[in-house]
Nanobody
């Protein structure tokens, strides 16, 4: 079992930046956890949860079209941490952001979420 703990959310003005962190309780990409990829999802009030960014075990990344060029996902294997650098934030980025561990077998891992609010 792996626990994921997000941090770094908060209130920021439009155009500002935030860096979200997702700390795992143990090494993420290994045969025991069966994690293929780590990602960040978000869910705004009244909307479905959507994938924002994803990074695979071999470092490939993909992004939601609306955040391309503004958000960057990265990882630090030594710290068992995945990051989401968010720049040029817009009000429509306001949501609860969740860290996700995508597994090849078994139930995926989810964090508890961190609120990001973009408002002047």
């Amino acid at each position: 079992q792996v626990q994921l703990v997000e941090s770094g959310g908060g209130l920021v003005q439009p155009g500002g930046s935030l860096r979200l962190s997702c700390a795992a309780s143990r090494s993420i990409f290994n045969i025991n956890t069966m994690v293929n990829a780590m990602g960040w999802y978000r869910q705004a009030p009244g909307k479905e949860r959507e994938l924002v960014a994803r990074i695979t075990s071999d470092g490939r990344t993909n992004y939601l079209d609306s955040v391309k060029g503004r958000f960057t996902i990265s990882r630090d294997n030594a710290k068992n941490t995945v990051y989401l650098q968010m720049n040029s934030l817009k009000p429509e980025d306001t949501a609860v952001y969740y860290c996700h561990g995508e597994r090849s077998y078994g139930t995926d891992y989810w964090g508890q979420g961190t609120q990001v609010t973009v408002s002047s």
